[in-house]
């Protein structure tokens, strides 16, 4: 009986469809919106700081001023998404400093938008890819040199250009997905840097011809205009390409691309997209580093957010990237433990060295998002942690919390 039994069971968890992991979620433009509410200004450092804190791959595009600097701004011209007008490659770097990007959300998008309070300056690719490379942050890169724009260059230079700036700031090939719609860019981007991975991306009428184009020209992504195919994906995949669809703005469409068995997805709104998919952020995420004898110490914990359990939440593993004049020398991991807490510890850097640039990441797991804390100076003692966050019922609380809870001193 007991025989019949097991085998029964073996029989229907056979039957029972695969747990689809889920795409990689891309923040169009820095992700812009928050769960349908304009929240930043299209590529400005505080939506790719906000995107990264999550773990989302930091989607952005790269024009050139007209001293060929590479900034982050999606349009040939300043009108869409600043105070200024005009073609961006009659604006020198200097002359762009008085710009501000004025509209958060992203103006001319199905998504609404709205006039910021507190208008900021345009970033260069420069900050971008040093913020990222700090942080350890993805990035995907378009090369925005395309016919039709009044800066369209048929020559190398303007990749090149793009290029130079990549290879300055010293950004792992790893970290880093270069995307065009211009075959050309992305060739000169592989021959700049080896190795690294590239996209083509496509609209929908000659996404057919582009898929072949990728696979002729060993790209490593295909980024079609969505809708897609769960036979396009299979397509693609079979001809050894990776999928990354764009752009995804509302929780059907999500659901629809990872049925569809998408690698990755481009969108304005990354936090729908991850809870459309099951993700959501920790309630909090307390880590920092200090430094006790001859060991660097990483310690911290999270809150898991309302529904999410101790036995869901409280498991996966934190990254310590340890920099020392911001280059990154050392990648240590640990784990979670059942009460969300986690402690581990390398060797120090030399102190002859000032103390090191630390980033501490939880790399999520089957229900939460990433979270990123840094980077951090490490200190000289254990910090001091404060009961700040709320915990109320439904959450997984670290043990310094559960006190607090009880007596009712911690906000719910």
Known sequence: MITRLLLGSAALLALAPPVLAAPEIHAHRGGTVVNGTARYAEESLAAFRAAAEHGFVLELDAKLTEDRVPVALHDATLDRTTNCSGELRKFTLGELSACRTDMLGSPGSPLRSRGAARPAALATIAQVLDFARRTGAKVNLEIKNVPGDPDFD????????????????????????IQSFIAPNLDVARQRMPGVATSLLSVQAIKEAFLQAAADNDYDFISPEWPVTADYVRRAHGLGLDVAPFTLDSAADVRAAKR?????????????????????????????????????????????????????????????????????????????????????????????????????????????????????????????????????????????????????????
Do not use: W
């Open 154 to 177: 048929s020559t190398p230079a303007y990749a090149n250009r793009v290029m130079d700036v990549v290879a300055a700031s010293h950004i792992p090939r790893s970290q880093l997905l």
């Open 260 to 412: 569809a068995k998408v690698d990755a997805l481009i969108t304005d709104d990354p936090l729908m997209a991850a809870r459309a998919l099951g993700l959501r952020p920790p309630r909090f995420f307390t880590a920092a580093a200090f430094i006790a004898g001859r060991r660097l110490v990483a310690t911290g914990d999270l809150l898991t957010p309302r529904g999410v359990s101790a036995r869901q939440g409280c498991r996966g593993t934190v990254t310590m990237r340890v920099m020392i004049r911001s280059r990154p020398t050392r990648r240590v991991r640990g784990r979670l433990n059942r009460s969300c807490e986690f402690r581990f510890s390398t060797r120090r850097t030399p102190p002859r060295l000032e103390p090191p640039l630390v980033t501490i990441r939880f790399n999520g797991n089957a229900h939460l998002l990433p979270q990123l804390a840094g980077p951090k100076r490490a200190g000289p003692q254990p910090p001091a942690f404060s009961p700040e966050p709320a915990c109320p019922r439904g959450t997984a609380a670290p043990a310094r919390f559960r006190r607090s809870c009880r007596l009712g001193r911690v906000r719910t």
